[in-house]
């Protein structure tokens, strides 16, 4: 052999005199830490998250359709029942995803129901269903990232821009309803000096539907 190959052959050779370094981690540690150590929830708390969701949406399309025909504009009637197609669709993902989890579906209806059905007036009606879609997303944005499973991510995903949609499309809605209102004659609304921007808009447009009578707005 060379003294080439034998420098090599040495390099190749473990010194024994040192100690071996142990790992960081066991083998194979990751796959199963808890999902809790990793920030995730875990199944029961993912269930019971669910099920929370589960009751919103449950009296949000619960309520609408009890109130849809007293709403007297056609306009706030397919926007109503838009939500509520909508809700009854999140009830059905949010049901499958309970039991393929290996939870049980609530059976409750969420209060927000029995307060939106008492609602009388356009502006009660909005602000109610603007706050119900508002907590759902504040719901949605705090525990989405500790969501791990990539399925039920992805619904829930799909859920909270639903629901932003709604927020954006109800104020919308809210001030094309004063505006015809305005126009028309109909009902005291009050006036102000400029056109307000963002959620002051939204507070003064939800503000004068207090006394409006849809059924006077032209469409």
Do not use: W
């Amino acid at each position: 052999m060379t003294e080439r190959n034998e420098t090599a052959g040495r390099q190749t050779e473990p010194d024994s005199s040192e100690e071996p370094r142990p790992f960081a981690s066991p083998p194979c540690f990751l796959p199963e830490l808890d999902p809790a150590y990793l920030g995730y929830l875990g199944p029961v708390e993912t269930v019971a998250l669910l099920n929370r969701l589960l009751e919103g949406a449950r009296a949000g399309a619960r309520g609408i359709v009890r109130i849809v025909e007293a709403a007297g504009r056609p306009g706030e009637r397919r926007f109503l029942r838009a939500i509520a197609d909508d809700q009854a669709r999140f009830c059905a993902m949010l049901s499958d995803h309970i039991i393929r989890l290996g939870g049980r579906p609530t059976g409750r209806t969420g209060d927000f129901h029995d307060r939106l059905v008492a609602a009388t007036t356009a502006r009660r009606r909005m602000d109610l269903l603007e706050r119900g879609q508002s907590a759902v997303v504040e719901t949605l944005r705090k525990n989405l990232a500790r969501i791990a499973d990539d399925v039920l991510h992805r619904d829930l995903r799909m859920m909270l821009e639903s629901h932003e949609r709604t927020i954006v499309l109800g104020r919308k809605l809210a001030s094309e309803m004063v505006r015809g209102v305005a126009g028309s004659g109909a009902g005291p609304v009050r006036q102000h000096g400029r056109q307000p921007q963002g959620l002051v808009e939204h507070e003064m447009v939800m503000g004068a539907l207090d006394d409006v009578d849809l059924d006077t707005v032209p469409e």
